[in-house]
């Protein structure tokens, strides 16, 4: 799964997701994109379920590009632990992603496979998407 390999910082706020992208909005290296409707977390692990029904559907023969990476990490402590005692240790790690950001794209193959490849894709993801052609 993706993740950062070094942090200055290793614990983040939770922040909020306001407001539409500006930039990675646009398909720059392939034919069709997945597009984000709405704004939110998307974990690796989705990202990673994501690529491997992608990759999949085309049997490797497609060029498929990740535009968005999980760099904010998401902390949880365990549920036996009582209130107090600071924060707690990183559990995993989340992409922040903004309405109309572009998250897959994909070359190589034809219409109708990329279409359906990225249908399957985002099924595996938490936010609602649109697939968007150049």
Request: hydrophobic fraction near 35%.
């Amino acid at each position: 799964m993706l993740q950062p390999s070094k942090r200055k910082y290793t614990k983040e706020f939770r922040g909020r997701v306001k407001g539409f992208a500006s930039k990675g909005c646009s398909i720059v290296l392939g034919e069709y994109g997945l597009k984000a409707i709405t704004g939110g977390w998307i974990s690796s692990r989705q990202l990673e379920s994501a690529r491997k029904a992608i990759n999949n559907y085309t049997k490797r023969k497609s060029k498929l590009w990740i535009k968005v990476f999980p760099h904010k990490p998401v902390t949880k402590k365990s549920d036996e632990q009582v209130r107090g005692g600071g924060k707690g240790p990183v559990d995993h790690y989340v992409a922040v992603v903004k309405p109309g950001v572009i998250l897959f794209e994909i070359s190589g193959v034809s219409d109708e496979v990329a279409i359906e490849a990225l249908e399957r894709g985002a099924h595996k993801l938490g936010i609602k998407t649109v697939i968007v052609k150049r």
